[in-house]
């Protein structure tokens, strides 16, 4: 069984267009994240919810609108789609308890590339 | 602002031989660190977590160490094998802004057979 698990994995798509890319995860964690990697591989936090509060949002351009339905669910849509939108979207989770605080677990990442 | 730096960028070494990965973070208020690694095309495997009050975690051939005082960690791979090239990734939550984990730059291991 995956744990957290994205869709689609692959997505191409002309510029202006607007896309949506699904995150599931079966872990029981209170908190998602969507994380995005460039071309040199950095991974930079884009949103954080917990119980599906929006939690962080880090400077996101407003293109982008994150909704999680429930605790399990957080998708990504975004609108009007630029060049610079490229890139990997790597959806995660966590959760915290008294013994640990929250291990982060990914998924397989979804690979978005804007022609 | 947190930071986080992995040195070296990249490394080459050959099979069997131990090897250490750095990881310097500029803030020490952190609740935990995290070592990853990631394959080409792949997403992140978590390798190791350790707790702010730990100093060092352990799996199988890999040994993570904290230092929160100097602001660095390392991951000791023992006996390295081909199946370790991988880019490896440590990542920092600290105690602002809890729900954010903040990663490095990564370090690109590559283990000739």
């Known amino acids: 069984d995956t744990a957290v698990s994205q869709t689609p994995k692959y997505l191409v798509t002309q510029m202006g267009n607007d896309k949506s890319i699904k995150c599931e995860q079966n872990l029981g964690h209170d908190t998602m994240y969507w994380y995005k990697q460039d071309s040199k591989k950095f991974l930079k936090i884009m949103f954080s919810?917990?119980?599906?509060?929006?939690?962080i949002n880090e400077t996101v351009p407003n293109r982008f609108s994150p909704k999680s339905p429930d605790k399990a669910h957080l998708n990504l849509h975004i609108n009007s789609l630029e060049l610079g939108d490229s890139a990997v979207y790597f959806c995660?989770?966590?959760?915290?308890?008294?013994?640990?605080?929250?291990?982060?677990?990914f998924g397989e990442g979804s690979r978005l590339t804007v022609l | 602002k947190q930071e986080v730096t992995q040195i070296p960028a990249a490394l080459s070494v050959p099979e069997g031989e131990n090897l250490v990965l750095n990881c310097s973070f500029t803030d020490s208020a952190i609740y935990n660190l995290q070592w990853f690694r990631q394959d080409p095309g792949k997403g992140l495997t978590s390798l190791l977590l350790?707790?702010?009050?730990?100093r060092e975690q352990t799996s199988g051939r890999l040994n993570a160490s904290l230092d929160k005082s100097s602001g660095r960690s390392t991951l000791y791979i023992a006996a390295s094998q081909p199946g370790d090239s991988a880019t490896y990734l440590c990542a920092v939550r600290p105690w602002t802004g809890t729900y954010k984990y903040i990663f490095g730059t990564g370090t690109r291991l590559k283990v000739l057979a």
């Open positions: 995660a989770s966590s959760q915290d308890t008294a013994e640990r605080t929250g291990e982060l677990f």
């Open positions: 919810y917990n119980n599906k509060e929006l939690i």
């Open positions: 350790i707790q702010s009050s730990q």
